[in-house]
């Protein structure tokens, strides 16, 4: 079996495909990192919000954040017309227990109509199937109630409600545990 770093991967679902993110997807990338109301439940520090120059951060992406095994982030797109619904994240890589965290952020017009519970399915199933991943965990901020449903549907238990995390913000964020 292979590890979550060994490739970046191509996955392809019903209405979706998740894959490497490139120059194509720098103009839709944008606006969604612009947009408050996509982040509102997010840390202060993802990488993508880290960059002015959106093609930098691409380049990076991939030279930096997948070399050293600290995030894989990919592109979720629609299968039928290519456009760009958001991003799928690896994160929290722990080799030595075969576990990894997830993540994942649409833009505003993908919301409520089944996107993010095919990626969570996706994203989970390549990783019970195509690596050698046996953990695979998620946090949410406890007043995300779509991700809290999404993540429900995909099979995640609730393992620990309101734990304080650092976030970014200028107080601990208080966020729910899931593992699958």
């Known amino acids: ?102 993540g994942l952020r649409l833009v505003e017009k993908c919301w409520g109509c089944g996107i993010a519970t095919e990626a969570i399915a996706l994203m989970v199933d390549y990783l019970y199937t195509q690596t050698d991943i046996e953990i695979v965990t998620a946090s949410s901020m406890i007043e995300n109630d779509a991700c809290t449903k999404t993540l429900k549907k995909n099979g995640f238990s609730l393992v620990k409600s309101a734990a304080e995390e650092d976030w970014g913000y200028d107080h601990p964020t208080l966020a729910n545990k899931w593992i699958r």
Do not use: N
């Not at 970046?8 to 408050?36: F, N, V």
């Not at 880290?50 to 930096?64: A, G, N, W």
């Open 1 to 102: 079996m292979k590890k979550v770093f060994d490739e970046i991967p191509y996955i392809e679902g019903e209405h979706i495909i998740i894959r490497k993110i490139t120059d194509e997807d720098a103009e839709e990338l944008q606006e969604m990192i612009q947009s408050k109301k996509v982040y509102r439940y997010l840390p202060t520090f993802l990488f993508e919000q880290q960059f002015t120059d959106i093609h930098e951060m691409i380049r990076k992406l991939y030279d930096e954040c997948f070399a050293a095994k600290e995030s894989l982030i990919l592109a979720v797109c629609k299968k039928k017309d290519g456009s760009f619904c958001g991003l799928a994240e690896y994160y929290g890589f722990k080799d030595e227990i075969h576990q990894v965290c997830i």
